[in-house]
């Protein structure tokens, strides 16, 4: 290719990725009212109704337990996922829901672990958010003690996470300790920054991902979700054999 063929070469696909070969959203937030996702009914079935179409035969929602600002319980979450579930079987959206927790990894998620009060979903997955500005110092002891205990511990978004931006040898270290990694889809679109999406392109290159998830939360993360399937790294992660996402 000429100089000026490598200049104008699109980094983007011609045509998006087929979301139907993930198969499964695990990570999103369509509980309505009771977090930063989705704030009514209408809203949740407009989304769920989306993902639908863009080839999501299920769909795992995640709404966040984090103490300081989402104080949810397993019976707020499940109250909510009922009602939510009833109305996507009215609205005759033929699509397979669960619903699971986004845990941050704080002194409540400690007590709650070792009280068993977890929300997992498939082989006893555990979806876990680290603080975004400092690693937690328990995190490596509490991995292990998740493993022990047969939980299966997936980081989310481990892309977002700045402090290990320029050091890759902290997410080697987690994944020989048996942690599985999701990147969101938003991230392949550059929503969050350059930089992050540059990471998660790195992790892709590095073999490092098993689950894709959408993070959705409302019509501006659909968007991006809408634009991520024109990523050549999503495309050469959905066909590299690693996703797990079909197997929940």
Known sequence: MSFLGNIFKSDKLKEPVDLSLI?????????????DGSKTIEESIELIKSLYDFGYKKIITTPH????????????????FDNLKLAISEAQIPIQLEVAAEYMFDDSFIKKYRSG????????????????????NELLQTIFNLK?????????HP????YWHYNMEHYASLKDRGVFFQ?????????????????AEQLIDNNMIEFVGTDLHNNIYLNEVDKSRFSKH???LVISGKLLNKTL
């Open 23 to 35: 198969g499964t959203d695990m990570h999103s937030h369509l509980v309505p009212g009771i977090d």
């Open 65 to 80: 337990i984090f103490t300081d600002y989402y104080n949810n319980t397993t019976e707020i979450i499940i109250k909510g």
């Open 117 to 136: 009060e977890l929300l997992t979903f498939g082989e006893k997955y555990i979806l876990l958010e680290l603080p975004a500005f400092t690693p937690p």
């Open 148 to 156: 022990i205990d047969g939980y299966n511990p997936i980081l989310a």
């Open 159 to 162: 892309e977002r996470y700045s």
């Open 183 to 199: 990147i969101n889809l938003p991230s392949l679109s550059g929503y969050y920054s350059s930089q992050v999406q540059k990471i």
């Open 234 to 236: 999503l495309e050469k």
